[in-house]
């Protein structure tokens, strides 16, 4: 039996190609950087021809570094960032850079819905009308006559281009298509409705697969270039988000997934297709039975990021963070609104700005690093609660991403969702959800929900019963100003 799995996982910032055994242990890792594009402002694009160039190296060099043989691969998963979108010729050649979340060229037409259509639409679909969806990408390009657009055969994200270069296949997974804004979870299906005021065609996009397909013989050259067999058994995988919670365990009611890196989500595991009432959290498909529920933010590390630029702090990030210890729950009055980068849930306004509330000459860094940290925490608290009405309160709180890092962070995560904090020794959990994921569709592993017993896992943080009240009275606050300011943004 070959001893080891790939799990790649293309994100927005880098590819990585990581190699784990069976029982959940990163063997090696490799990386490479992507380089986002910035034509003006509120776009962000890339060139999907470049990242399936790091694709391929980053497989390679996870090998080399790995020291290992073709035939010790036992099969390779996929992971991937949602909600990228690219034109492609009949030939499969791009006409278009591929647009990221990020990029809000669709936030005039995301602005023309009025709120009983968003609703209606978001009903449909799982996914809130913003401009990271696909839907509203298309709609910019139709409405401005962009040439790509007019020309395109097929639309796809990122992964399906890679998949369309490798295998010479146009399929897309459950999770990719639900976060397109253009699938129904319900139907299991692309939604004729979305599809007519995108004025596309269901046969311009990729057929609808489960996670656990196979994919099929990888092209002789491009296997040569990664150094695999083109054998080698490859999984299409599903999104991050969804792979994610896979790869760190979070799959039962009460588990919840907390994902902060340089943006941020919490999801949780449900059995059927839920929405919330007012449209502050999305829904997307996994398999054919059941769904990931929960809500991204834009601003997770990178406001701690942009902080640390701002005051210019010449130390390691670990230092900056802790600079926090030396201020109490509060950072004595100093509250922090942290939607420096527009912002998804719960708010899904691109339009909103970040602020700081109750600056006095007494605040040093220590309390402004502090209060970042507990605006970003409190943000996702906020969405936690909408996730609680569909799915019921947390029991158990698995966390990864840079900030898990943090023993500040976790400590302060305890405290205020009330909640024991697990974090996985193996930080590539989307990357180790694609590679179980890889190990069930060849029928070496009997189902998802045996990956709990192959998950490295540290110890529990456990709350600070001292800190929980101080923090409930603090967030009161934090909501209070968060209402108050969010009808100001236009």
């Known amino acids: 039996m070959s001893e080891y799995?790939?799990?790649?996982?293309?994100?927005?910032?880098?590819?990585?190609?990581?190699?784990?055994?069976?029982?959940?242990?990163?063997?090696?890792?490799?990386?490479?950087?992507?380089?986002?594009?910035?034509?003006?402002?509120g776009q962000v694009?890339?060139?999907?021809?470049?990242?399936?160039?790091?694709?391929?190296?980053?497989?390679?060099?996870?090998?080399?570094?790995?020291?290992?043989a073709k035939e010790d691969l036992a099969a390779m998963g996929f992971s991937a960032a949602m909600h990228s979108l690219l034109s492609v010729s009949s030939e499969g050649v791009p006409l278009s850079p591929a647009f990221i979340w990020s990029d809000g060229r669709g936030t005039d037409q995301a602005n023309r819905f009025t709120e009983e259509e968003r609703q209606y639409l978001y009903s449909k679909t799982g996914t809130p009308i913003h401009p990271m969806s696909p839907f509203l990408k298309?709609?910019?390009?139709?409405?401005?006559?962009?040439?790509?657009?007019?020309?395109?055969?097929?639309?796809?994200?990122?992964?399906?281009?890679?998949?369309?270069?490798?295998?010479?296949?146009?399929?897309?997974?459950?999770?990719?298509?639900?976060a397109t804004g253009l699938f129904n979870p319900s139907t299991l299906n692309w939604e004729p409705e979305l599809l007519s005021l995108a004025d596309i065609t269901a046969s311009q996009l990729s057929e609808?697969?489960?996670?656990?397909?196979?994919?099929?013989?990888?092209?002789?050259?491009?296997?040569?270039?990664?150094?695999?067999?083109?054998?080698?058994?490859?999984?299409?995988?599903?999104?991050?988000?969804?792979?994610?919670?896979?790869?760190?365990g979070a799959l039962l009611p009460g588990e919840v997934a907390v994902s902060v890196g340089t943006s941020g989500a919490i999801r949780q595991v449900t059995n059927e297709a839920k929405v919330s009432g007012n449209g502050e959290t999305f829904c997307y498909s996994f398999t054919q039975d059941s769904y990931i529920i929960g809500g991204p933010t834009n601003n997770g590390g990178v406001a701690l990021q942009w902080l640390k630029q701002l005051l210019n702090d010449q130390g390691s990030y670990e230092d900056f963070l802790a600079e926090a210890w030396q201020s109490t729950p509060g950072a004595e009055g100093l509250l922090f609104l942290p939607y420096i980068n527009g912002e998804r849930a719960p708010l899904w306004n691109q339009q909103?700005?970040?602020?700081?509330?109750?600056?006095?000459?007494?605040h040093t860094k220590a309390h402004y690093v502090r209060a970042v940290l507990e605006g970003i925490t409190f943000n996702l608290y906020q969405i936690g609660r909408a996730l609680e009405q569909l799915a019921g309160p947390p029991k158990k709180m698995y966390v990864n991403g840079g900030l898990s890092r943090s023993p500040i962070w976790l400590q302060m995560m305890a405290d205020?969702?009330?909640?024991?904090?697990?974090?996985?020794?193996?930080?590539?959990?989307?990357?180790?959800g694609a590679a179980w994921t890889a190990l069930v569709a060849i029928g070496e592993e009997q189902d998802f929900a045996s990956i709990k017993q192959n998950i490295p896992m540290g110890e529990a943080v456990l709350p600070n019963h001292e800190n929980i009240g101080m923090y409930k009275a603090v967030y009161k606050r934090y909501e209070k100003l968060a209402n108050a300011i969010t009808p100001l943004f236009e």
């Open 45 to 68: 694009q890339q060139d999907a021809v470049v990242i399936e160039r790091l694709a391929v190296v980053a497989v390679r060099n996870s090998i080399q570094k790995a020291g290992l």
């Open 352 to 362: 909103a700005r970040g602020n700081f509330y109750g600056m006095t000459i007494a």
């Open 5 to 41: 799995i790939i799990g790649l996982d293309i994100g927005t910032t880098s590819v990585k190609a990581c190699i784990f055994n069976r029982i959940g242990n990163l063997v090696a890792e490799a990386e490479e950087l992507i380089l986002s594009e910035y034509p003006q402002v």
């Open 138 to 178: 298309l709609l910019w390009m139709k409405e401005t006559g962009y040439e790509p657009y007019q020309k395109a055969a097929y639309f796809m994200s990122i992964k399906e281009y890679l998949i369309y270069c490798w295998f010479g296949k146009r399929v897309i997974d459950y999770s990719m298509a639900s």
């Open 416 to 432: 205020i969702f009330e909640a024991e904090i697990y974090v996985s020794e193996n930080h590539h959990s989307a990357a180790w």
């Open 208 to 248: 609808i697969v489960e996670p656990t397909f196979l994919l099929g013989a990888l092209k002789a050259e491009i296997a040569e270039e990664m150094g695999v067999a083109s054998s080698l058994p490859f999984a299409i995988g599903a999104a991050d988000g969804q792979l994610s919670n896979l790869g760190i």
